[in-house]
């Protein structure tokens, strides 16, 4: 009356195949493809916000350095007006910008010339150390161990310079400033400082006109750049520690200036 084929010896036992369950599939497809899509939207979301935290935060500091590089011959010449001569500079002293990907971005040095650069900073400090060779050269004082000190020096008044101009935002309250900005406003100072070395060395005594003028052209350029900088980032400061710190960044270019100008074989004096 029974058939029990799989308990009897000698005879094949057919297999089981049991009936799917489509609910069972349907929702295990269901669930594990809620699951994937709610951890891939999750964590998208996760690195999506700390990536553009991240790129926030660095683009508050830093900048890509191709922007700085984006001149011609003509802002070139534009730019040393400005800053050798910057009581002449008729223009606004605000920087232009531009829409880019539903944000608003600075314009590159070649459309606007109060964009910071670093070009000529950095052609600047090379001349700097060129000349500054050949004026121990003419004293009969080269070596390349004076021309190591003498580069190490230069690196070491730039420095000086980045660090009293970021001091400065930070004390009133506006340190977002991107650092390649800051680098490229103290590097311009080398610019005045080849032109009283270039000066000494054609004639002596032109260097102490050259001098002062570079100072002074430098302070006033550092003053307007620093006046931009703090009207567009700083919400409240006090105003007369804003004038105070400001003129400190105009009188600090007389010790500096007058320290880098000194060419010789001691570069601490």
């Known amino acids: 009356m029974y058939n029990n084929l799989g308990a009897q010896p000698g005879v094949p036992r057919p297999p089981t195949n049991p009936q799917p369950n489509p609910f069972g599939n349907s929702f295990y497809g ?6 994937r899509g709610g951890l891939g939207a999750y964590g ?37 007006k400005v800053v050798l001569l910057p009581f002449l500079h008729r223009g606004h002293w605000t920087r232009i910008t531009e829409p880019v990907g539903g944000r608003l971005s ?26 500054a060779g050949l004026s ?12 190591n000190w003498l580069f190490v020096k230069g690196l ?4 000086l310079q980045v660090s009293l101009l970021k001091v400065t935002l930070l004390s009133l309250g506006s340190g977002e400033a991107p650092l390649l900005d800051i680098l490229a406003y103290a590097g311009y100072a080398f610019t005045g400082m080849c032109l009283a070395v270039l000066g000494r060395i054609i004639w002596r005594y032109s260097y102490y006109f050259l001098m002062p003028w570079a ?44 320290w880098l100008g000194n060419i010789s074989v001691n570069w601490l004096f």
């Not at 269901?30 to 699951?35: E, F, K, N, Q």
């Open 30 to 35: 269901a669930g594990s493809g809620l699951i």
């Open 215 to 258: 100072c002074l052209c430098m302070g006033i350029f550092l003053v307007k750049t620093m006046k931009r900088v703090l009207f567009a980032e700083v919400r409240s400061y006090d105003s007369s520690k804003h004038h105070y710190l400001l003129l400190f960044i105009a009188l600090a270019q007389f010790p500096l200036f007058t």
């Open 156 to 159: 070491f008044g730039w420095f």
């Open 136 to 147: 121990l050269g003419l004293q009969r004082k080269f070596s390349p161990e004076a021309l």
């Open 44 to 80: 998208e979301k996760i690195l999506g916000s700390s990536s553009e935290y991240v790129q926030s935060n660095i683009s508050r500091y830093f900048s890509d350095p191709q922007y700085y590089f984006q001149v011609n011959d003509q802002y070139v010449r534009n730019k040393l």
């Open 106 to 131: 600075y314009k590159p040095p070649i459309y606007d010339i109060n964009a910071p650069d670093l070009y000529i900073p950095f052609m600047a400090f090379g001349t700097y150390v060129v000349l």
